[in-house]
Nanobody, 127 residues
């Protein structure tokens, strides 16, 4: 069993930055695909970015390309999401997710393909 705990959310003005962290416990996640998703009330959970087990393959949603960066520190069992040039439309609850994956460059975008989820952290971007 993997437990995921996100942190780093908050209120920021448009154009600002935030760094989210997701710490895993229970098992080492060095062999897991790690992803970030976001959700606003009344909408489906949306893919943001994911990174493969080794950290050399990533996939970003078009809406965040060039502004967000995912990274992982397997020694710390943690994945990060650096968010720059934030926009009001980035306002959402952000969730990290983990899935034991193949040792390849594969990074799925569908929420249903991730088994473990954190409780979420709220990001609010004011205009």
């Amino acid at each position: 069993q993997v437990q995921l705990v996100e942190s780093g959310g908050g209120l920021v003005q448009a154009g600002g930055s935030l760094r989210l962290s997701c710490a895993a416990s229970g098992r080492t996640v060095s062999s897991y695909i790690l992803g970030w998703f976001r959700q606003t009330p009344g909408k489906e959970r949306e893919f943001v970015v994911a990174i493969n087990w080794r950290g050399d393959s990533t996939s970003y949603a078009d809406s965040v390309k060039g502004r967000f960066t995912i990274s992982r520190d397997n020694a710390k069992n943690t994945v990060y999401l650096q968010m720059n040039i934030l926009k009001p439309e980035d306002t959402a609850a952000y969730y990290c997710a983990a899935q034991l994956g193949p040792s390849t460059s594969y990074v799925p975008k569908q929420p249903s393909l991730y088994r473990y989820w954190g409780q979420g952290t709220q990001v609010t971007v004011s205009s």
